[in-house]
């Protein structure tokens, strides 16, 4: 649950012609990059974490993940046992005339959450809609509640 946490501060606004002031941002990047590889956050590739959602029924898991700007062909979801794997890259657009300020960030990146409770493999959906990938992950069979019949004489 303590990857689900996100550690950073929110992006200050910041003038950017202040020689100082990205210097500051940059190093605060390094760092927020070197402990999120620590804290297991975002396996250290992309500057800003994919921000996740998780929530249970009786019979399924379904995670929510941000992914603004990540084209859905650009994503990879696997199931490894018991470990969600949301990868992927996004990629830098092509532009017109000289970049003076950016915040966004470009790359690869990786995400893993382990699930709480075992799953189907071959049940596994997932959706992309409006920079929000939705995977719905169906409990196996042997951990589902299951009502007991009671008889009576």
């Known amino acids: ?13 910041e003038e950017p012609r202040v020689p100082l002031t990205a210097f500051r941002r940059d190093m605060d990047r390094l760092f927020d990059r070197f ?3 620590f804290w297991g956050d975002s396996d ?5 974490p994919v921000r996740m959602e998780v929530f249970e029924t009786d019979d399924e898991i379904h995670v929510r993940a941000e992914v ?10 696997q199931l490894v046992g018991d470990v969600l794997v949301l990868s992927g890259e996004k990629k830098e ?13 470009y790359g690869a990146f990786r995400r893993s959450l382990r699930l709480s409770t075992p799953v189907d493999a071959d049940h596994v959906k997932a959706e992309h809609r409006n920079g929000v990938v ?9 951990v589902r509640p299951k ?3 009671i008889k009576s004489n």
Do not use: C, H
Not at 3 to 10: E, G, Y
Not at 93 to 105: F, L, N, V
């Open 35 to 37: 402990l999120g590889e």
């Open 93 to 105: 657009e092509e532009q017109r005339g000289a970049r003076t300020y950016s915040e966004r960030s």
């Open 1 to 13: 649950m303590l990857n689900l946490i996100p550690w950073k501060s929110p992006p200050q606004v």
């Open 68 to 77: 603004p700007g990540i084209d859905p062909k650009d994503l990879n979801i």
């Open 134 to 142: 939705m995977i719905q992950l169906t409990k196996s069979e042997s």
């Open 44 to 48: 250290g590739f992309f500057a800003d």
């Open 147 to 149: 009502r007991i019949q």
